[in-house]
């Protein structure tokens, strides 16, 4: 995929809610990280929930959120944060990202 | 909007830290799981498996145990699939209650 | 084992008192049964897969812990490489990839999986039945350092807690540190000090 993120890029979780098998959590939609590493492409597990073959298959990141970005009143340190896998098609260019 | 499965940062109690082990009921389950999807068969998916969990509804994810809702999801798609009928399984739980409730009185007796 | 007393091993688990948890388990039996009549699984198999289940345990990542602790190119092969590091050991991988994150001075690793209950089951074996719950899986995103004072540990405030939500094809397991005062200690020694929970990073290794 010739439109991949790179390692060091700001990106936004798309905050939409299908009703399908979503294994983007909900908590962290809407939510600005930065992407920590590329796994390779994968089957589309939106597709495979219904036995479809899950092609194309999708970009899969590591995506690194800091905890006060994802909870406002989190109480333990600034630097903790939360790594989670997601796909290409759930993220979004966040290009204010770097200057916050 | 959260289906029930989707809990990530809700409000809960304590952990209960203390390693239950597997039951020999709960194996079973994992194992019918682990084959139904090896490449022999390929007859449920990883995802299925988690969609037809994640459709349980809020009461019902909420009242059964993991590996019930395993059942709850093979049994559906098992269904779903037309490989069981409710037919066939309601016969089969009355086979097996008979003859539990036969083993036991021998067992008391 | 024979047909017989897999059955009777059964009975023995049955909670006759709850009705719908006893349900489900007359059901999982009765899945099981009719897979077998109709030829679609043998019991030979559903045994097969227990035993295999059953060989694997915390101690595979134990001993990959403690390799990495005494072999540095080795250390280097599983933080590059977590499913191929872990093939050395015997792990065999179906469809998700085994990521190794490391335990610093600076950072602690936590791992959870808040939509089910992914874990690094082709080396730890099974979860435990906390990692699989509606309390750890719910808080351990939103309040990780409550959640490991439950486990009895507690880390200094300058440590950065990483918690690693897997979501999808990727497995994780924590490398710990090793901890100071073992070095005398040869890789049998390390590896018993390696515990299921400070590979899952709810605990730390003691000496």
Request: charged letters at 30%; proline letters at 6%; aromatic letters at 8%.
């Amino acid at each position: 995929m010739s439109d991949r993120y790179s390692p060091g890029d700001h990106v936004r979780v798309r905050a939409d809610s299908p009703p399908g098998h979503i294994r983007t959590p909900v908590y962290i939609r809407g939510k600005c990280g930065v992407v920590r590493r590329i796994f390779g492409d994968f089957p589309n597990p939106e597709g495979l929930a219904y036995g479809q073959p899950g092609l194309p298959e999708k970009t899969l990141y590591e995506v690194r959120f800091r905890q006060r970005d994802i909870w406002p009143d989190y109480d333990g340190e600034l630097r903790d944060t939360v790594d989670i896998d997601i796909y290409h098609h759930w993220l979004e260019p966040d290009d204010a990202g770097a200057t916050r | 909007m959260r289906a029930p499965h989707d809990i990530g940062g809700l409000p809960a109690g304590p952990v209960d830290t203390e390693p239950h082990a597997a039951t020999f009921w709960e194996k079973r389950i994992d194992a019918i799981n682990v084959l139904l999807g090896d490449d022999k068969r390929r007859i449920l998916s990883r995802d299925e498996r988690r969609l037809a969990i994640e459709s349980l509804g809020e009461e019902v994810y909420q009242t059964l145990g993991y590996y019930e809702r395993w059942t709850a999801a093979v049994t559906r798609l098992l269904l779903q699939k037309g490989i069981l009928s409710q037919d066939e399984i309601d016969a089969k739980i009355a086979e097996i209650r008979a003859r539990m409730g036969e083993a036991e009185e021998k067992t008391e007796a | 084992m024979t047909e017989r007393t897999s059955h009777d091993h059964a009975a023995d688990e049955f909670q006759k008192d709850e009705e719908i948890h006893g349900y489900y388990q007359f059901l999982g039996l009765a899945i099981e049964e009719l897979l077998v009549e109709k030829g679609i699984v043998t019991g030979d198999e559903i045994r097969a897969t227990i035993e295999r289940r059953d060989s694997i345990t915390p101690a595979i990542g134990a001993r990959i812990v403690a390799r990495a602790w005494t072999d540095p190119p080795y250390r280097q092969r599983l933080l590059t490489d977590g499913t191929a590091a872990a093939e050395e050991f015997g792990c065999e991988f179906d469809a998700t990839e085994l990521v190794v994150v490391e335990n610093t001075p600076e950072a602690h690793n936590v791992i959870v999986c808040t939509l089910c209950s992914c874990y690094p089951r082709m080396v730890l074996g099974l979860p435990p039945s906390w990692y699989k719950s509606r309390e750890y899986r719910a808080r351990a995103v939103r309040e990780p350092r409550a959640v490991l004072k439950e486990f009895g540990t507690e880390l200094a405030e300058n440590v950065e807690v990483r918690v690693h939500d897997s979501t999808a094809d990727m497995r994780y397991l924590v490398l710990p540190m090793r901890p100071d005062g073992t070095e005398a200690m040869d890789e049998d020694a390390l590896a018993a000090l390696v515990t299921r929970d400070c590979m899952i990073g709810v605990t730390v290794p003691k000496v």
